[in-house]
């Protein structure tokens, strides 16, 4: 099996659904909060093909019609309004569906209406005239030649001038369409830790477990055993990973006591970490791993998998605090492109398959199948829904910044203003984005072998 081709499919299907669902939330609340969605588009532009177009709606004079779906107006709808139209209609229940429409013939550049009331015609359908009042085309769904992701178009997205538009809606209802797509990522995050904590377990970051100890280390010395979890050391509580990792170094050629959970057992034991380790082994000799929690019900499901979202956010936000206090190093918390993630989905790949191996090809190969693409996967949508509320111009919570004094003062910031930021906003996003991609190349991260 070709694994990297595996991967780069996994990868370009999983990135491109991630940013889709991000959209979808931005699409789905613009329609229930009465906002006009000119175009879903599958993919960047430019356009391909446009494979339908839902039904829309007009009126004419006081007459509210129906635009069928993948009905093309015969002329610029924003040039037409004002302007005086030949409509033929049917009838369908209560409602007037259209069937075609034209530009009427104007004297002197002034229209008058010869049929303002319906006349039906002998098969059945219905004309008059009267003056094109307002349009709504309804939403165009289309695919486009950039299989990255998809996009959302408003209308009036960026002019409060523009009726039934994002721009023109009360603040409320700004936010919710602001807050819609970052949602959707989260909700696909809980989903999918849902299903994984079901099958695998629930993963607990607070708690540290031995996964392995290293024959003749001082862990070893000391009756430490793979299973053990650890709850202190050198009378400090241990969180996680950095945490315990963070007192063995400062305690470097220095006896520290270290308590274990063992099953029922609480027991307290003393290790000595090496300040210059045998290579392929850490200073005390062990190699930590997450406790796992046995999940028998849906129920806990959910709440694990909510508890694990929470995770994945918190270190995500304190990722920042961790590099300034020096406890992560520069390379772990550094921003990846496209190529640093694919490589990193090779490698969960590559794990998972061979976990799923009938004979496994290594001794140290895991006893049953791993679940680290899902994980992978799941994180992903998470970092893309909190990185999207991060306050900087042209992303969700940037627009959401400048939504929120108007909410306050009624009054909203100059619309040209608000434009100019965000159009800066992404030059600087597009140049960032650039030099990641270009550092993955460059410096790319270094991963350990699968």
């Known amino acids: 099996m070709n694994i990297s081709a595996l991967a780069g499919l996994i990868f370009f299907l999983a990135f491109a659904g991630l940013i889709l669902i991000h959209e979808f939330g931005h699409f789905i609340v613009s329609r229930w909060s009465g906002v006009e969605v000119e175009e879903f588009g599958v993919g960047l532009p430019p356009r391909g093909w446009r494979f339908w177009r839902a039904k829309g709606s007009l009126t004419v004079g006081t007459r509210a019609l129906v635009i069928p779906a993948n ?102 209802k700004r936010l919710a369409v602001l807050f819609a797509g970052p949602t959707m990522n989260l909700i696909a995050g809980l989903l999918i830790f849902i299903f994984l904590v079901r099958v695998d377990g629930y993963h607990d970051l607070s708690r540290v477990m031995l996964a392995e100890v290293a024959p003749g280390s001082p862990a070893a010395s000391a009756g430490m055993q793979a299973g053990d979890v650890v709850t202190q050391a050198a009378g400090q509580p241990v969180t ?98 496209l190529k640093g993630i694919y490589d990193i989905f090779n490698l969960s790949v590559s794990a998972d398959v061979q976990s799923r191996e009938p004979e496994p090809s290594t001794p140290a190969a895991p006893q049953g199948p791993t679940y680290s693409t899902l994980y992978l996967i799941a994180t992903l949508t998470i970092s893309i829904g909190l990185f999207n509320l991060f306050p900087f111009p042209a992303l969700d919570g940037g627009r959401i910044i400048f939504v929120l004094p108007e909410l306050i003062t009624r009054r909203r910031v100059p619309h040209q203003f608000e434009n100019a930021v965000h159009a800066t906003g992404m030059i600087v996003l597009l140049l960032f984005m650039l030099y990641i991609n270009v550092m993955d190349f460059v410096n790319p991260i270094v991963l350990p072998a699968p």
């Open 240 to 337: 996680d990973f950095d945490s315990l990792s963070a007192i063995i170094k400062a305690h470097l050629d220095q006896p520290v006591q270290f308590v274990l959970q063992r099953g029922a057992e609480t027991i307290t034991v003393t290790a000595t970490p090496r300040s210059n380790p045998p290579q392929g082994q850490g200073a005390v000799g062990i190699r930590m791993s997450e406790y796992v929690q046995p999940v028998t019900t849906w129920g806990e499901a959910f709440r694990y998998a909510a508890v694990s979202v929470g995770d994945q956010a918190r270190a995500l936000l304190l990722l920042p605090a961790k590099l300034i206090r020096g406890t992560l190093a520069p390379e772990e918390g550094r921003f990846i492109g």
């Open 71 to 172: 009905f093309d107006l015969p002329f610029d709808e924003k040039s037409a309004l004002g302007r005086g139209v030949d409509v033929t209609a049917r009838r369908a229940g209560d409602r007037l569906v259209l069937d075609s429409i034209a530009l009427a013939a104007s004297e002197d550049g002034q229209f008058r209406a010869s049929h303002p009331e319906p006349t039906e015609s002998p098969d059945g359908k219905l004309r008059f005239d009267g003056i094109l009042q307002r349009v709504s085309q309804g939403t165009e769904f289309t695919l486009n030649w950039l299989p990255l992701g998809g996009f959302v178009r408003p209308k009036g997205e960026n002019d409060p001038n523009v009726q039934g538009g994002l721009a023109a809606a009360s603040p409320w």
